[in-house]
C-alpha cells in the first residue's frame, strides 16, 4: 500500500514538472524565434544565472535535505504544533537572508557580472593552478576574450531587474517543501507555469516591435512578475492543509536548530555546485558568440528527463523515506527497499532519453526550438551539446536519489564532500575538453560547448560511484542488476532504430512532422521491446492502461 501510494506521489510530481518544463520549452521556444542565439539572448540567459544562484542556494534542493526530512518526519510522530512553529522559523530565517542577499545582489552586481561573465583576467585566475599544463598560446588568448563591454552592460541591468524575483523563488521553494511533506505534489511543481505564463507573455507581446536589448529588459521584469506569482498560486492550499504556520523568530527550538545544522552542509554543497555553473558560465564567454544562450537551450532540454523522472521519484521518495520508523536494521531495510525501486523507475525512463538524445536529438531540438531567428545550423549546434551531456545524464539522476537517501538519514555532509570532488573535476576537464581538446582534434571551437556537457558528465558518474559506496556501507548492498540494464539498452537502441526509419522513410524538412513521425516510432518501439523483454515497469504500465481502457 505504501508503494502504491509512493507511486501516485510520483506520478503527480511527473505531471507537475512535465506540465511546467512543457511551459519552459515553449518559452525557449519563443525566445529562440525572437532573440535565437545572438548576444542580447546570451546577455539574458548569463544574466538570469548570476541571481538564479539564490534560488538554488536557498531553494528546493536545500530545503530537500534539511527542512523536508525534519518537517515531515516531526508530522509522522503526531507534532503538529512543533511542525507548524518550525515551518514559520526556516520561513523567517529564509526571509532574512534572501532580502539581504537580494539587496547585495542589485547593489554589487556590476562587480558580479566582472567576475562571472568578465574578460579574459577573469577565467586566467580560474584556470592559474593548471597553467603549466596548457600551452602558453591558450593563456594569451584568455587576455583577449571573454564578454564585450556592449554586454557586460546590458548583463549588469538585467541582474539588478532579476534579483528580487530569485528571492521570491526562495519563498516558492519553502511552500513545496511543506506541501510536499503533507503529500501535496501536484501544485508545487505546476506553480511555474505561472512564471513561465507572464514571461511568455511578454515576448509575445513585445518581440515583434522592441530591438532586442530591450526585448530582454523587458522579459527580466516580466520574470519578476512571474516569480511573483509562482509564490501566491501556492498559498491558499498551503493555508488550507497547515493553517497553523505564522512567521516567527524561535530559532532555538531543537527541530529548528536541527535544520539549521543540515542546512549549514545542505548549503555548502548547493554553493559548490553554483561554483561549478557559474566557472561553465566564464568558460561558455569565451567561447564563440551564441554558445551561452545554446547552452541555455540545451539544458532546458537535457534537465527535462532529469526532472520528469529523477526528482518526481526523488521528490515523492524523500518524505516517505523521512518517515520511516524502527531499529536502524529495520530502517536500513526499508530504504533498500524503496531504492532499489525507486533506481529501476528511473533507469526505465532515462536510458531512452539517452539513446534518444544521440540518434535523434537534432530532431527534438527542431521541434522545440526551429523556429524565427533559429535556424538549422543552430539545431545541429544544441544537438551537439546534448550528445555531450548524455554522457552523465543516467548517473546524475540517479545520484539525485542517493542523495535523496543520505538527507532522510539526517546526513548532508557526505553528499557535499562528494560533491566538492566533482566541482573539482569538472573544473579540471571543463577547460581541457571545451578549449584544448577541439583542437587536438580538429573540431570546430564551437564544440567547445558540447565538452563542458561532456566533461560534467564523467565528473557526474564519479560523484555517483562514491555515493553508492557509501550508501553500501550504512544500509547494505543496492543497485541495478546487469541484467536488467541491459535489457533496457536493448530496446532503446532497436525503438531509436525505429525512430531513425521513420526519418528516411518519410522525408521532410518541417521539424514537428519529422519530430512527430520519428518520435512515436521510437516511443511506441520502446514500450513493445520493453513488453516483450517482459521489463517490470513495462509490463505494470501496460496492465494500467488496459484496465483503465477496460481491455
Given at each position: 500500500m505504501a508503494e502504491e501510494q509512493t507511486g501516485q506521489a510520483a506520478f503527480l510530481v511527473g505531471a507537475g514538472i512535465f506540465a511546467s518544463k512543457l511551459a519552459g520549452l515553449v518559452r525557449q521556444r519563443v525566445f529562440a524565434h525572437y532573440l535565437g542565439a545572438s548576444l542580447a539572448n546570451d546577455a539574458f540567459q548569463g544574466a538570469f544565472r548570476i541571481p538564479n544562484m539564490l534560488q538554488n542556494l536557498f531553494g528546493e534542493?536545500?530545503?530537500?535535505?534539511?527542512?523536508?526530512?525534519?518537517?515531515?518526519?516531526?508530522?509522522?510522530?503526531?507534532?503538529?504544533?512543533?511542525?507548524?512553529?518550525?515551518?514559520?522559523?526556516?520561513?523567517?530565517?529564509?526571509?532574512?537572508?534572501?532580502?539581504?542577499?537580494?539587496?547585495?545582489?542589485?547593489?554589487?552586481?556590476?562587480?558580479?557580472?566582472?567576475?562571472?561573465?568578465?574578460?579574459?583576467?577573469?577565467?586566467?585566475?580560474?584556470?592559474?593552478?593548471?597553467?603549466?599544463?596548457?600551452?602558453?598560446?591558450?593563456?594569451?588568448?584568455?587576455?583577449?576574450?571573454?564578454?564585450?563591454?556592449?554586454?557586460?552592460?546590458?548583463?549588469?541591468?538585467?541582474?539588478?531587474?532579476?534579483?528580487?524575483?530569485?528571492?521570491?523563488?526562495?519563498?516558492?521553494?519553502?511552500?513545496?517543501?511543506?506541501?510536499?511533506?503533507?503529500?501535496k505534489f501536484l501544485l508545487s511543481y505546476m506553480a511555474p507555469l505561472a512564471w513561465n505564463a507572464v514571461i511568455i507573455g511578454a515576448l509575445l507581446v513585445y518581440g515583434s516591435h522592441r530591438t532586442a536589448p530591450d526585448l530582454v529588459v523587458a522579459v527580466a521584469w516580466a520574470s519578476v512578475l512571474g516569480s511573483a506569482a509562482q509564490f501566491m498560486v501556492q498559498l491558499p492550499t498551503l493555508r488550507r492543509v497547515a493553517p497553523a504556520i505564522v512567521p516567527n523568530f524561535k530559532f532555538g527550538l531543537p527541530g529548528v536548530r536541527r535544520v539549521f545544522k543540515q542546512f549549514t552542509s545542505a548549503f555548502l554543497s548547493r554553493g559548490v555546485v553554483q561554483i561549478s555553473a557559474f566557472i561553465d558560465l566564464a568558460l561558455a564567454y569565451h567561447l564563440p558568440i551564441g554558445t551561452v544562450s545554446s547552452l541555455a537551450y540545451a539544458q532546458t532540454l537535457y534537465i527535462l528527463p532529469g526532472s520528469l523522472f529523477g526528482m518526481s521519484v526523488s521528490a515523492a521518495e524523500l518524505p516517505a523515506m523521512s518517515s520511516a520508523l524502527g531499529t536502524p536494521e529495520e530502517i536500513a531495510a526499508q530504504l533498500r527497499v524503496r531504492l532499489n525501486a525507486g533506481m529501476e523507475r528511473i533507469a526505465f525512463f532515462i536510458v531512452p532519453c539517452v539513446i534518444g538524445f544521440l540518434a535523434l536529438g537534432d530532431i527534438v531540438t527542431g521541434a522545440f526550438l526551429q523556429t524565427g531567428a533559429f535556424k538549422r545550423a543552430n539545431t545541429v549546434?544544441?544537438?551537439?551539446?546534448?550528445?555531450?551531456?548524455?554522457?552523465?545524464?543516467?548517473?546524475?539522476?540517479?545520484?539525485?536519489?542517493?542523495?535523496?537517501?543520505?538527507?532522510?538519514?539526517?546526513?548532508?555532509?557526505?553528499?557535499?564532500?562528494?560533491?566538492?570532488?566533482?566541482?573539482?573535476?569538472?573544473?579540471?576537464?571543463?577547460?581541457?575538453?571545451?578549449?584544448?581538446?577541439?583542437?587536438?582534434?580538429?573540431?570546430?571551437?564551437?564544440?567547445?560547448?558540447?565538452?563542458?556537457?561532456?566533461?560534467?558528465?564523467?565528473?557526474?558518474?564519479?560523484?555517483?560511484?562514491?555515493?553508492?559506496?557509501?550508501?553500501?556501507?550504512?544500509?547494505?548492498?543496492?543497485?541495478?542488476?546487469?541484467?536488467?540494464?541491459?535489457?533496457?539498452?536493448?530496446?532503446?537502441?532497436?525503438?531509436?532504430?525505429?525512430?531513425t526509419l521513420g526519418r528516411f522513410l518519410v522525408p521532410t524538412s518541417r521539424p514537428l512532422v519529422l519530430a512527430a513521425i520519428s518520435l512515436s516510432a521510437f516511443a511506441l518501439g520502446y514500450a513493445v521491446f520493453t513488453v516483450a523483454l517482459r521489463i517490470p515497469e513495462a509490463s505494470m504500465l501496460a496492465s494500467k492502461l488496459r484496465r483503465r481502457s477496460g481491455v
Open positions: 534542493g536545500v530545503l530537500s535535505a534539511s527542512f523536508i526530512p525534519e518537517y515531515a518526519g516531526t508530522l509522522a510522530r503526531g507534532e503538529k504544533r512543533e511542525a507548524a512553529e518550525l515551518a514559520g522559523a526556516v520561513f523567517t530565517a529564509l526571509a532574512l537572508v534572501a532580502s539581504l542577499i537580494v539587496l547585495i545582489g542589485v547593489l554589487a552586481a556590476p562587480q558580479l557580472v566582472g567576475i562571472l561573465a568578465g574578460g579574459g583576467s577573469t577565467l586566467s585566475q580560474i584556470v592559474h593552478p593548471f597553467a603549466r599544463f596548457l600551452p602558453s598560446s591558450f593563456i594569451q588568448w584568455l587576455a583577449v576574450t571573454g564578454a564585450t563591454p556592449e554586454e557586460d552592460a546590458l548583463t549588469t541591468t538585467l541582474v539588478r531587474i532579476l534579483f528580487p524575483g530569485a528571492g521570491l523563488l526562495v519563498f516558492s521553494a519553502w511552500c513545496l517543501g511543506v506541501l510536499n511533506a503533507h503529500r549546434w544544441v544537438w551537439e551539446i546534448l550528445i555531450g551531456s548524455t554522457v552523465g545524464l543516467l548517473a546524475s539522476t540517479l545520484g539525485r536519489l542517493d542523495s535523496s537517501t543520505y538527507y532522510a538519514l539526517r546526513d548532508t555532509r557526505t553528499p557535499l564532500k562528494f560533491a566538492i570532488i566533482r566541482i573539482a573535476l569538472t573544473t579540471v576537464l571543463g577547460v581541457i575538453f571545451a578549449f584544448q581538446l577541439p583542437g587536438w582534434l580538429g573540431l570546430d571551437p564551437k564544440l567547445g560547448a558540447a565538452g563542458l556537457t561532456a566533461s560534467a558528465g564523467i565528473a557526474g558518474w564519479v560523484e555517483f560511484i562514491l555515493l553508492r559506496r557509501g550508501l553500501t556501507k550504512r544500509i547494505g548492498r543496492t543497485g541495478l542488476s546487469v541484467r536488467y540494464v541491459v535489457k533496457l539498452w536493448i530496446a532503446g537502441l532497436g525503438a531509436a532504430a525505429l525512430g
